[in-house]
């Protein structure tokens, strides 16, 4: 395993696992860990992967972007420019990736959590695990996350998740397309290895072709 303060990298079978690492803080994400991420992923040898799952240490996957960054009055002209490049690498990456992908939900999947699963092929949700996009509750415009939210979901969905920032319990998740499968809060990550590694064992060639078929869009 390969280590870095914020981000940890484990690759086994073939299957890659990036765990956010700040579990004091349940995940919550700065600069510095959104650029961790960024250069985990984009650092992963493509020839030596076969699936990817993103999870989270601690009691919580992700708690959304650290509460200083998202309150700070001057939040435009501080991080907004830096936070929507790193995105847009991160989220690049992950609708380009040849092979499944998939987030392994625990916890709470908040904010830019929840945003990272809408660019992946699956969630695996824990049965406790709410998701909320609560942006809009801190006078931020997340418009990046509406493309795949509305095709997920549906657009009057996909309005109220947006404009409310109201949390999801795994029921309705499941319900309105988010969740792949929702199981004990313990089993999350071996589930989504399940999940990513079924569909690892097939051709790969063919697989490319169908998640291009079904891409997310930008």
């Not at 600069?31 to 985990?40: I, M, Q, V």
């Not at 418009?143 to 949390?167: N, Q």
């Not at 790969?204 to 930008?218: D, G, I, N, Q, Y």
Request: proline content about 4%.
């Amino acid at each position: 395993m390969a280590t870095a303060d914020l981000v940890q990298v484990d690759r086994s079978d073939g299957i890659a696992t990036v765990r956010l690492n700040r579990p004091d803080k349940l995940n919550a994400v700065t600069l510095e860990l959104l650029s961790e991420l960024r250069d985990a992923l984009v650092g992963l040898p493509e020839e030596a992967v076969d699936g990817l799952i993103v999870a989270g240490n601690g009691p919580a996957t992700c708690a959304g972007m650290d509460r200083e960054i998202v309150a700070d009055e001057e939040y435009d002209e501080k991080y907004a420019d830096e936070i929507d490049g790193l995105n847009d690498e991160i989220y690049g990456f992950l609708t380009s990736c040849p092979y499944p992908t998939a987030v392994a939900a625990h916890g709470a999947l908040v904010g830019i959590g929840f945003i990272l699963s809408l660019r992946c092929d699956f969630l695996v949700l824990g049965e406790e695990t709410t998701l909320s996009l609560p942006e809009v509750q801190f006078g931020i415009a997340a418009t990046h996350a509406i493309a795949p939210l509305e095709r997920i979901v549906g657009t009057r969905a996909a309005k109220e998740i947006a404009l409310t920032g109201d949390a999801i319990d795994p029921d309705r998740a499941r319900e309105l397309g988010l969740a792949n499968r929702v199981v004990a809060e313990d089993d999350v990550e071996d589930a989504a290895r399940e999940l990513v590694g079924g569909i690892a064992e097939h051709e790969s060639t063919v697989v490319r072709e169908l998640k291009s078929a079904t891409s997310v869009p930008e």
